[in-house]
């Protein structure tokens, strides 16, 4: 009986050496094969690295304002008795826009213009006694006073008058009317915002590290979200004297054309300074770039010979870069790439340092200075 145990025992040990052992050589061959594994190449797009020569810009958000802008707005109380304007419509200087009640001022004004009538015949007459050394210098000097105040009384009431009688101070465009027929209007009442939007002023700031390479005259470039499809161009008119204590920033302003109309003050804008100076840079295509917090990098293509008789092909080596300026679709390479050297352009997420890679630029998108997304 203890034979036959012993037996049993000693035959399941041999079976499971025997397993163990093909386990082991199955392990040991998947290892071998692995590392023979080699993956198949990557197909990417390609492009060269290449010199460009760039405009210098200075940049900045701006916002619009109008060179002249004002809210028309009464200046003596009165009631409206007229409203003589279209909301919306475009005005010349000294058109009228509102009259007021002036049926007071009216009654008022035949009567002081009587006595400056009455005022000017006793002066004349006071002249004439004068000379023949009838009446005494102290009576002609208050004929002459009488007369006076005769004529301001006369253009009190007219002054009156006009400034009931509103408007426009300058040519623009009105906006919305804020008052109604018969309202009765106190001192400062708006009655309707007036705007000259052709041209218009662009406020903005650069810091003052920028204020050696910018003065009047220069050329400036205006775009906005609100109208993408519209680019103004137009000049730097003003620079500011001193230099805002709190940020260090100064600020300027530059005029451009409005003749459509289409920039209205308040709105936000893109300014680009253009610099009288050009510069070269090796420029490549912003998606080539692996963004990372350690450092910016590309994937460079070189040509790999063939080991034991194999055929050549291609491997990645990942570059490090210091990049600049951005245009568009293009990023300027400061340093790590040469001029003429292959990079890739999509994709570069998924990449590593040392991959086999296969070149297929039949997908290659196409990259813009200026491109205009469309919306899909």
Not at 71 to 99: C, H, R
Not at 188 to 198: A, F, R, Y
Request: no cysteine; hydrophobic share 45%; proline share 6%.
């Amino acid at each position: 009986m203890k034979k036959r145990i012993i037996l049993t025992i000693l035959v399941l040990i041999a079976l499971a050496g025997i397993l163990a052992g093909i386990k082991a050589l199955q392990i040991g061959r998947m290892i071998d094969a692995g590392a023979q594994f080699t993956p198949p190449p990557e197909t990417v797009t390609t492009t060269e690295v290449r010199a460009e020569s760039w405009e210098s810009l200075l940049t900045a958000v701006g916002s619009l304002t109008a060179v002249q802008g004002v809210t028309v707005a009464a200046e003596i109380p009165g009631k409206v008795t007229q409203i003589a304007f279209e909301p919306g419509s475009v005005v010349k200087k000294g058109e009228l826009l509102l009259k007021q009640d002036t049926s007071s001022e009216q009654a008022q004004l035949p009567g002081a213009e009587a006595s400056v009538t009455l005022a000017k015949a006793n002066l004349e007459r006071a002249r004439e006694l004068l000379a023949q050394k009838i009446i005494s210098q102290a009576e002609f000097d208050s004929a002459e006073a009488n007369f006076k105040v005769a004529v301001a009384a006369a253009e009190s009431i007219r002054a009156t008058i006009g400034k009931k009688t509103l408007r426009a101070p300058f040519a623009g465009r009105l906006g919305i009317r804020l008052v109604n027929l018969g309202q009765i209007l106190q001192e400062g009442d708006p009655v309707v915002s007036l705007q000259t939007l052709d041209p218009i002023y662009v406020d903005f700031l650069l810091p003052q590290q920028q204020l050696a390479e910018i003065r009047t005259g220069l050329p400036v470039r205006v775009t906005t979200d609100a109208l993408p499809n519209l680019g103004i161009e137009g000049s730097v008119t003003t620079i500011n004297p001193e230099v805002d204590a709190a940020t260090r920033n100064i600020r300027l302003q530059a005029t451009v054309a409005n003749t459509g109309g289409q920039l209205r003050p308040g709105m936000f804008v893109n300014v680009a300074v253009v610099l009288p100076r050009r510069e070269e840079f090796l420029v490549i295509p912003a998606t080539a770039v692996l963004y990372a917090p350690y450092s910016d990098s590309v994937f460079v293509v070189e040509e790999k010979k063939g080991e034991a008789g194999g055929p050549p092909g291609k491997v990645l080596r990942q570059q490090f870069v210091r990049l600049g300026e951005k245009q568009g679709d293009f990023v300027a390479a400061i340093s790590g790439l040469k001029e003429g050297e292959t990079i890739v352009t999509t994709g570069v997420f998924k990449l590593r340092n040392g991959q086999a890679v296969v070149v297929d630029n039949s997908l290659s998108p196409e990259f813009e200075h200026a491109p205009k997304p469309e919306n899909n």
